[in-house]
C-alpha cells in the first residue's frame, strides 16, 4: 500500500491529540552450483488510515472503528490461504513479507486479543499444505494504539523473513532506517510525525554455499527512499553474495532503484530472467477484480548470482478468489544459481 503509512503516521499523532548488528562473514565454498527459491510479497495489512487523518478531532474514534472494519472487510485470514497457496507452489528457501501486520484488539472490559497476525496465518497454511516454514526474523516498523469509539486497536505494521523448515540461517538481524518521511500534522499547533521503515537480514547456509538473504520496505516519497537505499547499501556490503528483496516503492529509473542497481553495492535486477512488463503494484481495492498492477516496485536483487527463472504470484485472474485479490500488491518468485 503505497500512501497507507503516510495516513498511520498522520492517524496515530491526531488520536494522541484527540484523546488525550552483525556476525562473522565468509564466502561460501559450494562443490557444485547451488540454487536458491526466493519469494518476496507485500501481503497488505489491509486498513485505509487515511479516513482517520481526514476526520474532524471528535470523529476521529468511530474513524478507527472503521478502519478496522475495513481490515476485517479485507478478509485477511482468506488473503493469507492464498498467500501460503502461492508459496507453498513457489517452494522456495526464503520468504520476504511486508505489511505482515499483527492486529490486536482491546475491548473496553480490559481484555486483550490477537485478531489477526498475518505471517502467523501465513505459517499455519502452509504446515496445513505440507510445505512448513519458520519464522526467522521479525522486524516492527511502527507499532501503534488507536483508540476507538468500540474498542482500541493496536496495529504493527512488520517486516518478516520466513525460511524453509531445516534451512540453516543464522545472523538474524533488522533495524529501522534513519531516514523517514516527516509529515505535517493537521492539528491546532501543528507539529509532525514520523513514518518508520525497517529492514530484516539472515545469513543462509545452503548446499555449502553461503549467502545473506535482506528483506525490506522502503518509503513512497522518492528523496526517502534514495536515502533509505543508501543505508541498504551498508547492510547489503557484506563479503557474502546477498539477495535484496522487498517492496521497494522504486521502479527501474528511479532514484532508488538506480542507487542499488548502478551504485556501488552493484546489485542486478533478476527480472533480467523475466518476460514481459513484471507489474507488481498497486491494486486500488482488493475485493475489486478489475482492479490492475500499473508498476514494478516488488523486486528481487542480488548479487554474486545468476538469476534462472522469476514469475509473479497472484497476479493472473484466476488469482481472484471468494470476492478478493491476495493483497495490493503481486508477490515475486525466483530461481537464482549462486555463482556469476
Known sequence: MRDGFKALALAVALVATAC???????PGGPAGPVTVELVTWNVLHGGRFDRVTSAAPADIPRAIDEVWAEMEASD???RMRAVAA???????????LQEAALWRSEPRDGSAAVAYDLAQLVLDELRILGAPYALAVVAAASDATLPGARAAYRFTDRDVILAREGLAVSNPRSGRFDAGLQLPLPIPGGGSSRIP???????VELDGGRFRFVSTHLETVEAVSTA??????????????????????????DPAYELLVSGPVGLRDAWEAGAGPGLTCCR??????AAALTQRVDLILHRGFTARTIALLGAEAASFQAGHWPSDHAGVAATLELGP
Open 197 to 203: 521503515r525497517a529492514w530484516t537480514s539472515v545469513d
Open 76 to 78: 485477511p485470514a482468506g
Open 228 to 253: 533509505q537505499a543508501a543505508e541498504l547499501v551498508d547492510v547489503a556490503g557484506s563479503d557474502l553474495p546477498v539477495v535484496l528483496v522487498g517492496d521497494f516503492n522504486s521502479a527501474p529509473g
Open 20 to 26: 488525550g548488528d552483525g556476525g562473522g562473514e565468509a
Open 86 to 96: 502461492g508459496i507453498a507452489a513457489a517452494r522456495p528457501d526464503l520468504v520476504g
Open 284 to 289: 486500488e481495492q482488493v475485493d475489486d477484480p
